[in-house]
């Protein structure tokens, strides 16, 4: 209860909206649960590519166009560093799919793939790879 102006008790009301109450716990429930590795589908970057060195870096971006051409989310890592710190940050940012871009594979018009939850696979020709992901996301696997 509470006094009001004129002196009489009265029952306070409150009213409460919650429109995203029940949104916010679920998406922290779900990041819990996932620990940040979300489903290829879900995740905010989809697939990195990572240039072995400077010289790759056109052939890098030419994988990338084909990849959002298909509606992928994709990053490309052009940063100073060594391939192995390039990996290393792909996979503690928990990227579903990182793609290796060299001399071989841009001869052969090639990615080398490496699975977040399945590993290292085999290298794919980049048409190949794109279906296989869009296949992935359109399957909500």
């Not at 298909?70 to 579903?96: C, F, H, M, Q, Y």
């Not at 699975?115 to 359109?138: C, H, T, Y």
Request: charged share 30%; aromatic share 6%; no cysteine.
């Amino acid at each position: 209860e509470y006094i009001a102006e004129d002196g009489s008790k009265k029952t306070p009301v409150m009213i409460h909206k919650a429109l995203l109450g029940t949104i916010d716990r679920f998406l922290g429930v779900y990041i819990e649960h996932t620990a940040g590795a979300f489903p290829t589908w879900l995740a905010p970057v989809q697939v990195r590519v990572l240039p072995i060195s400077e010289k790759h870096a056109e052939y890098a971006q030419k994988v990338a166009a084909a990849l959002r051409a298909a509606a992928v989310r994709v990053e490309v890592d052009n940063a100073d560093e060594s391939l192995g710190k390039k990996i290393r940050n792909a996979k503690t940012t928990k990227i579903p799919y990182v793609l290796v871009a060299g001399d071989k594979e841009a001869a052969e018009g090639t990615v080398s793939v490496e699975s977040r939850d399945k590993g290292k696979l085999d290298a794919m020709k980049v048409e190949e790879f794109v279906q296989k992901v869009v296949e992935e996301i359109k399957n909500r696997a």
